[in-house]
């Protein structure tokens, strides 16, 4: 049994339990906060120390069947990155619930738990781990989603669950399938139904994409994530643009190539159809988030928007892409954060929720409106800001796969990503008459847009930090 | 290297912390000076070039500081000296312009990047910062229309930013590398690349047919700004354009092409502004229109340069030679129009007159600059106006079906020479229509004289010794270029034909102005149809009005199917209530399915199907 993937995947179990410890005063502060950091150095401890790829089996549930963990390239992609945020995610959570003062310490149990529940899903060695922790981090989020306690925040809870469960389901069947078919739902490079009929392939990737499709919000199935803004700020930053919805897209990942495989993929023949499906996603939510007038709610079709580009890169099934998309999977999760974090700060500074009111609240809160420009330059795909280098490896990715409608596609979702972002910033620093003050550095709710944003440039700058892991991911996946 | 191209930017950001005007001008000034001795200390050989690449891993960023990239870099950080200058007497001294001072520094940035870029990475880097830095300069004044011309400036400069990445993509994709001279493979797209970019740099040259910000952006912005803009921001336009040429050098056949595309478009865009700017009262606007009428001067010389290929020495040398005249005539003629704002506080040019007398200085430097972009011998525009035509007569020789461009060629610089009439005699001739504030000569009233006169000062220098210019200067920084005919020229410039020309230029000029004024031709309003804008509206308010039928059925479909769904659950919840036996105790009660509520019920019924589904599905691979 693996030390570091106990630590990363257990030890927030206990975190969350010391959420709870009386004698501690601070422990709801502090208990989270040290738990993600184990956790980060843990995750990176993984691809330090030799022997990180093997499984370690935790609990033989029945033959064949088990619960088991390991940390190969994506798993510890998607787990360093949710791990990595973890830490300025909680930072933040500290500071907006010390402003809203509303059942910390159980806000906290969930938000620790839910580090359980990604770390499991992003770190499982077969799919029966996987679908595990996927119905967990559903269950353990819904509390989040809820936690204002409102008629609204019941109402997104409720659909919430609704989507996530009847998702869930979905990917139930779709593990039967498999087991019923292959015999075993360990993960191997190539997967597991090379020599299916084509038939059940199509049925078994269908069934996943509807599945993991719910949590990665492709276009029909997406209605749960705009409606769960309701829920605080920390937590849509953390859960609705990295977490849960990196879960869905991870989920995709994992089970197209890992279960699937490259090979049988495909055999089914269904990339175009799938591929059309992300585009629409693509081009259909930055047109909502147009609409939108509420700050949270044009991230979040932001988001859907987005998660189209990753979507669409495991749907090709052609390696450039999909290394296209595994950049943005980690430069969206970083961007989208940042842009959270000062929706949030805004709020809780403010008071203001919505875009049109926004006027001269760049020279209220110029770092945070600073940190909101970049992160939205870097959505719209400007030089060099991390989120140009998605669009340019997923543009030669189009080109080698030879799919240039590809192109256009991003090309004008990068133009309406500009007609939605770029009215905030004009808004923000060109309307009004505010004088210029600053909000002053020390709350973490400041600070920790401040420093995604300059991470976002320097990933920017700095295309080393990612690409080599990315390219190795998509090297395990596709042989 | 590196250092000396971001030093506008980091005194910009400096600005930010200096709440005084003066101050924040001081800084940059000593930004400026210290980026232009750098770049002179590069030219001379004095200072290496160290730091010139910026390697990244998995990066690299690389400066050149040699050849017409250099030079226009030097005219750039000119143009911002002199802006600078006229920023102290433009802005109140003690309103908060830090914005405005960093926007102005990033801009100036952007520029010096995009012209010391050593592979079209590095330029394009510098003109997505150039682009947005801009914008803000646009909508600076936060005034209506400023924010409608920002807009349209932002959302046309992100379009065109777009396809020069797809270009971009392109030619790494094909040639893997970024160089200004990569070669290409037999399969290469090279029309299609060449095609995309120059729609992408042409929006920042003020092409016909994606002009239309122009002349919306640079009227708004702040006079010391649009200076900029109009004069040296427009011209990384037609830089990228010669950089396309170059780039398609390598594929004779396509290069021909595409140069008579250049050609044509440059022949359209210099009639359309000069016939706009005929039409316009208000001096900016009008200045505007000549901004886009003057680059297509420049775009026929290039396209003339490419169309003949390694004969087209005269079009190339003519084309960039009117760059930089252009670039130093054009923002004095907007820092003086500026300047009569100041006083008179509009440019509504049949309202003003008689200003000669109470600007006397502005006056003289606005002789200088008029009769540097009509083409007075002497002057600059005279000479880069005359070589390009002798090109164009060159490419009139190959081709003749071209003939008409010629004569074309003359009728728009008659009609720029009418134009500049209107605007000297209009504005500064003649008696004074209404009162006017003389100035207060203080120390920001010189140094606005003094910004202006460092560029009336260029504009001689350039158009003094012409043949030293273009042969000794020009010729030797486009080196690289012989395809493009860098190597095959020779400078004629003063000779009776090239005065004949202008003069004849000069006399239907006139002729024009007589019969405009005479039976009152430039107050002619166009019909709103013939404007792109129009049409670009409609499109727009179309998507608008359509987009929100859509969400309104959409949504009225979605509260339908709510309200259906909140009747099953109520009566959902009523059944439920019904079979509940009403326990007494509160364990009972606990444990009654009463508190079992809708979501609960919802994960059992799923898990429920979940079996259901199992079962079938078993035997379906059995």
Not at chain 1, 185 to 200: C, E, I, Q, Y
Not at chain 2, 142 to 162: H, I, N, R, V
Not at chain 2, 178 to 202: C, W
Not at chain 2, 480 to 491: K, R, S, V
Request: charged share 10%; glycine share 10%; aromatic share 12%.
């Amino acid at each position: 049994m693996n030390v570091l993937i106990l630590i990363a995947v257990a030890l927030p179990v206990l975190g969350a339990v010391a959420v709870w410890l009386p004698s501690l005063r601070r422990a709801p502060l502090v208990a989270p906060l040290l738990t993600a950091v184990l956790v980060a150095l843990a995750v990176a401890g993984l691809k330090l120390m030799p022997g990180g790829g093997e499984t370690s089996t935790w609990w033989q549930v029945a033959p064949g069947l088990s619960i088991a963990f390991r940390a190969d390239e994506a798993a510890w992609l998607f787990a360093m990155l949710a791990a990595a945020l973890w830490v300025p995610a909680t930072a933040y959570a500290n500071s907006y619930m010390a402003h809203h003062r509303h059942k910390v310490r159980r806000f906290f149990t969930f938000f620790t738990l839910s580090l359980t529940a990604t770390m499991g899903i992003a770190l499982s060695a077969n799919f029966f781990t996987l679908y595990l922790f996927y119905e967990l981090l559903t269950f353990v989020t819904w509390p989040l989603v809820i936690h204002n306690e409102t008629p609204g925040a019941r109402r997104a809870g409720r659909i919430y669950l609704i989507y996530s469960l009847a998702g869930a389901a979905v990917v139930l069947a779709a593990m039967v399938a498999t087991w019923w078919v292959a015999g075993t739902l360990d993960f191997t490079p190539g997967g597991l139904l090379a020599g299916a009929s084509p038939a059940v392939i199509r049925l078994t990737v269908i069934l996943l994409t509807l599945g993991f499709g719910v949590k990665a919000a492709v276009m029909p199935l997406h209605a749960w994530l705009p409606a769960a803004m309701v829920a605080p700020t920390p937590v849509s930053a953390l859960l609705h643009a990295v977490a849960v919805v990196n879960a869905g897209c991870f989920g995709l990942l994992r089970t197209f190539y890992s279960v699937v495989g490259s090979a049988a993929l495909e055999a089914a023949a269904l990339s175009t159809s799938l591929l059309a499906l992300a585009s629409i996603t693509i081009i259909i939510g930055s047109i909502f988030a147009l609409r939108q007038d509420l700050l949270k709610r044009r991230l979040a079709y932001s988001t859907v928007s987005q998660l189209g580009y990753i979507t669409l890169g495991v749907f090709s099934g052609s390696p450039g892409l999909l290394l296209g998309s595994l950049m943005h999977f980690v430069n969206h999760g970083l961007m989208k954060i940042t842009l959270f974090f000062c929706a949030g700060a805004i709020i809780t500074r403010t008071g203001i929720e919505h875009i049109s009111k926004m006027e001269g609240i760049g020279r209220r809160m110029p770092w945070v409106m600073g940190a909101f420009t970049l992160a939205a330059l870097g959505m719209v795909g400007i030089i060099p800001i991390n989120g140009f280098q998605s669009k340019w490896f997923l543009f030669q990715g189009a080109l080698t796969a030879g799919r240039p409608e590809v192109i256009v596609i991003l090309l004008a979702s990068a133009l309406l990503n500009a007609f939605y972002f770029f009215p905030i910033i004009g808004a923000a620093f060109f309307k009004g008459e505010e004088k210029w003050q600053s909000e002053g550095l020390s709350s973490a709710l400041i600070w920790t847009p401040v420093l995604t944003a300059a991470l976002c440039i320097v990933f920017g700058l700095i295309p080393s930090l990612l690409h080599p892991f990315a390219a190795e991911t998509v090297q395990s996946l596709i042989n | 290297m590196w250092l000396f191209v971001l030093a506008p930017l980091f005194a910009g950001v400096l600005c930010l912390a200096l709440r005084d005007l003066r101050r924040q001008v001081a800084l940059s000034v000593v930004a400026c000076l210290f980026a232009g001795g750098g770049l002179i200390g590069l030219w001379t050989g004095v200072l290496t070039d160290a730091g010139a690449e910026l390697v990244l891993p998995g990066a690299r960023f690389a400066l050149s500081a040699q050849g017409i990239g250099l030079l226009l870099a030097g005219f750039a950080l000119l143009l911002w000296l002199a802006s600078l200058l006229f920023s102290l007497s433009w802005f109140q001294p003690h309103q908060d312009n830090s914005r405005y001072m960093l926007l102005l520094g990033a801009t100036c940035t952007g520029i010096l990047i995009t012209f010391l870029g050593a592979d079209f990475l590095t330029l394009f880097l510098g003109f997505e910062l150039m682009s947005l830095a801009s914008w803000g300069l646009v909508i600076h004044t936060q005034k209506e229309d400023a924010y409608s011309a920002g807009g349209l400036y932002l959302y046309l400069g992100m379009g065109g930013g777009l396809l020069l990445l797809t270009s971009l993509a392109l030619l790494y994709y094909y040639t893997g590398s970024f160089a200004f001279d990569a070669r290409f493979p037999e399969t290469a797209p090279v029309a299609a690349i060449a095609l995309l970019m120059l729609a992408g740099f042409g929006v920042k040259a003020g092409m016909v047919p994606v002009h239309i910000w122009l002349p919306e952006a640079h009227p708004a912005a702040p006079v010391p700004a649009s200076a900029l803009l109009s004069g040296i921001l427009i011209k990384t336009g037609a830089y990228g354009v010669l950089r396309t040429l170059g780039l398609a050098a390598s594929v004779p056949a396509v290069l021909q092409n595409l140069g008579l595309t250049v050609l044509l478009l440059g022949i359209i865009t210099m009639t359309f502004g000069v016939v706009m700017a005929l039409l316009q009262h208000e001096a900016k606007r009008m200045l505007a229109f000549h901004s886009i009428s003057q680059m297509g001067y420049i775009l026929t010389g290039l396209g003339v340069a490419a169309f003949l290929g390694a004969q087209g020495g005269e079009g190339l040398v003519g084309g960039v030679y009117h760059m930089l005249n252009h670039s130093v005539f054009k923002a004095l003629l907007f820092l003086t129009a500026g300047a009569v704002y100041l006083h008179a506080h509009h440019l509504h040019m049949y309202k003003l007159g008689g200003m000669y007398r109470i600007l006397p200085f502005t006056f003289a430097f606005a002789l200088v600059a008029a009769m540097g972009i009509t083409g007075f011998p002497g002057l600059n525009g005279f000479a880069s106006k005359t070589i390009i035509h002798h090109g164009l007569v060159t490419a009139v020789q190959a081709l003749p079906r071209l003939a008409w461009t010629e004569k074309v060629f003359t009728v728009v610089s008659a009609g720029t020479v009418c134009s500049f009439i209107k605007f000297i005699w209009f504005i500064f001739a003649g008696e004074p229509k209404e009162e006017v504030t003389p100035p207060r000569y203080t120390p920001a009233t010189w140094m606005m004289v003094a910004g202006m006169g460092l560029l009336a000062l260029a504009v001689i220098a350039l158009g003094v010794f012409p043949n030293f210019v273009s042969e000794k200067v020009l010729v030797p920084a486009l080196g690289g270029l012989e395809a493009l005919g860098a190597g095959h020229f020779h400078a004629h410039i003063y000779s009776g034909h090239s005065l004949l020309d202008i003069g004849k230029a000069f006399a239907l000029g006139a002729v024009i102005f007589v019969a405009g004024v005479r039976w009152h031709l430039f107050h002619i309003s166009l019909p709103q149809w013939l404007s792109m804008r129009y049409w670009g509206q409609l499109v727009v308010q179309g998507a608008e009005a359509s987009l929100t039928g859509t969400e309104r059925g959409w949504d009225r479909l979605m509260a339908a199917l709510d309200s259906k769904l909140e009747r099953w659950e109520h009566a959902g919840e009523e059944l439920l209530q019904q079979m509940d036996c009403r326990p007494r105790s509160r364990l009972e009660r606990a444990m009654s399915i009463i508190n079992l509520n809708f979501d609960t019920m919802l994960v059992m019924a799923v898990l429920g199907l979940i079996l259901l589904l199992y079962f079938p599905l078993a035997s379906l691979f059995a």
